[in-house]
């Protein structure tokens, strides 16, 4: 396990993912960028970048890669999971992630700043280590468990993420779209936990 720098950062990625997912044309690139950039929650867990500061343009991009990996699993999940309420969920990690993506990309762009991952940031081949993971998993409910597992572990070190990244963003626009993205992740957490309940 990581230390608490390296878990926020993870969690700062996921929840800058989850920051950006709205338009039908993002889903499905998003989708597209799924298969390069899955959605591991437990790789999340693993994959962190070394605690110390980082820029609003390090920041731009974790929220960018976690946004785009958690869509990446929605999409999976869309079509692999065998639970209503779970194909519902993923359906809804596409959508929001895909809105909050698009919102990072827009603030960054007007701030004119370019989204640099940190040194060491594991977190693009942490998410693709949980989508193969996840492809890997028979459909039926080994998939079902595997997935919202997953997506618990995550938005909780999202929600650690969120907090180093309002502490070392430097811009207040920046720190607003992270306040924003806040609930949006606390309620996705909420959904999860009480999908993994109905599972067990």
């Known amino acids: 396990m990581l230390g608490t720098g390296g878990r926020l950062t993870a969690l700062i990625v996921a929840a800058l993912t989850v920051v950006a997912c709205g338009k039908q044309e993002g889903d499905a690139a998003d989708t597209a960028a799924a298969g390069a950039k899955g959605a591991d929650t437990s790789a999340m867990g693993a994959a962190a970048t070394t605690p110390g500061t980082w820029t609003d343009g390090n920041i731009f991009a974790l929220l960018d890669e976690a946004n785009m990996g958690d869509s ?101 626009e920046l720190k607003n779209l992270i306040q924003k993205a806040a609930p949006v992740i606390r309620g996705h957490l909420d959904l999860a936990q009480s999908i993994q309940t109905s599972l067990k």
């Open 72 to 172: 990446a699993a929605g999409a999976l999940a869309t079509t692999k999971g065998t639970s209503s309420a779970l194909r519902d969920f993923g359906r809804r990690m596409v959508r929001d992630h895909h809105a909050l993506r698009v919102q990072g990309e827009a603030l960054a762009k007007r701030m004119k700043i370019t989204p640099i991952p940190p040194d060491q940031d594991n977190l693009t081949a942490d998410s693709q280590k949980n989508l193969d993971n996840l492809n890997a998993t028979a459909k039926g409910k080994d998939f079902d468990k595997a997935y919202i597992d997953s997506e618990v572990e995550m938005h909780k070190r999202v929600l650690e993420l969120l907090t180093k990244g309002m502490e070392e963003a430097e811009s207040t």
